[in-house]
């Protein structure tokens, strides 16, 4: 019980500090950094949720499992994202702090 | 017969768009790509007509269901059809055929088209997973494929401006997604299922339950740019390349909205409260007035259609405090779900022919800022015919189907006496009609013609435009049609109609 509560209260205080990153850093890499904290919290309480006494239910392991690939694919895009604007920027010889 | 025919066409409405992009990823020959897109979109349209009829046919208290593999709920994956998901198919199915072809000219002397068409594939299929899908889990996957297809469609642009907002839409959309994952983590642990019809019967009001509506809905909302949560819309809709700009407003906008109807009607019903409901309607009240100032306010034609999205998802928004106002009488919430649809529809092929030809304008021009476009009627007839007609059914003139949207809305607000919605929506109307006619009012003036740019867009892509346009208009005329289909089978996913049950 008391470990449930742990896994379950770290889970979504990782959340809180990850959508707090989100929304108030100003840096995208340091924002990315926050939504990969924010999954983080969501994948503790799912398997949290995975415990069931002696049982383990698989659904939740199958939902982290699939979450880790789509946080992956999203972080790949945005950091591709990043570094494209990032080159543009050098080229034009703009503002290299964007 | 008719319905095992349909079941087993179920799984391919999200099976043709991915062998579709499957086929585009591998080959980079444009012939490969242009003979597999126009093939596929045409068999995703006939699948979706087979559906429909067959889903006139059967009991509409039954929604159809096709387990995967053959495993079912809870641990397999279920795809399930009714009425609303129907509807939502055909309309993307008929958008992707023309919208297709009209990529084809587009992207047709350009090295990105090889990018274009495997991500464009991947879309449509995150569109039809999410209309079908029949357990939350799916509906996160559904809206990851939406969102990183949608991001990499609009980065295909390549301007600075483009990847900025394309970056700034997978922020958005990741947060998003993670809230209504976190929503459904929620739901499992209260209820143990993820399946929507098994969620429907077990959920009961209650704190987690709450936490996890509220969750869902910032997700779905933050896609679905109700304001306050628009400010991404704009941006990231005006510059992307036209077929992709018509899709996004078109249609992934209307599928997060789709999923919202569903849980806040059908899924979690016991736990909304009618002091939501009505905020929600409030926040759309709000989102028509101050998106049709954006868009009177600003300078560029790209961003004056997006704004106007903005302003048009606000009407769908008076769904809920005009579903809550008629709990007792199940024939009025029937009716402004019957209105929304239509809205749904209308808006869907108004808004594409309307950013198709703005994207000629701007093509044409080389810019799109309003107040050069002097005498580009004379210019170019056929898409400032195309932006009249689809403005005509954006403000709600007859007849048009924005015309019978608005009105089948009005009647249902009226019904149920909630005159300050009635006054929004006049506003509303007399508003879009301003910003329309600015525009109008410079393409026609009597100056010297606009010098054009070397790139002249073809005649026959305007009139694909022009066709949606006339579509959007037909669809006043044939009104009678659309209504059977969402009053006969629409009414299956509305609550207390004992579709769930």
Known sequence: ?98 | MISSLALSLLPLTVGLPLLAATVCAMTSARRWCVGTSVVFSLLQLITAIMLLLAIQDIDADEPLRYSLGGWGAPLGIDLVLNGLSTIMLLITAVLVVILSIYSIGYFADNAKAARFWPLWWLLVAGLNAAFVAGDAFNIYVALEMIGLGAVALIAIAGTRTALMSALRYALVGLLGSLCYLFGVALLYRVYGTLDLVQLAAATQAGPITWASLALVSVGLLLKTALLPLHFWLPPAHASAPPPVSAVLSALVVKASFYLLIRFWLEVLAPATTDFAMNLLGLLGAVAILWGCIAAFRTQRLKLLVAYSTVAQLGYLFLLFPLVAASDSSPNLSNMAVTAVVYFIIAHALAKAAMFLSAGDIQLFNGHDTIDKLQGVARAQPIAVLTFAIAGVSLIGLPPSGGFIAKWLLLNAAIDSGHWVWVIVMLAGGLLAAVYIGRVLNVAFSQTTAPTPTTTRPRTSMSCIGLSLALMAVLLGFNAEWILQLANGTGESSVPGMGALK
């Open chain 1, 1 to 98: 019980m008391t470990q449930d509560l742990l896994y379950n209260a770290t889970g979504i205080a990782l959340f809180g500090i990850g959508v707090f990153g989100a929304i108030v850093a100003a840096h995208i890499i340091r924002k990315l950094i926050a939504l990969n904290i924010m999954g983080i919290g969501v994948f503790m309480v799912l398997l949290a949720t995975a415990r069931h006494g002696e049982i383990t239910d698989p659904v939740p392991h199958a939902m982290v499992l699939t979450g880790i690939v789509v946080a992956v694919a999203g972080t790949a895009l945005c950091l591709w994202l990043t570094l494209r604007i990032r080159l543009l920027d050098d080229v034009n010889e703009g503002d290299p702090q964007r």
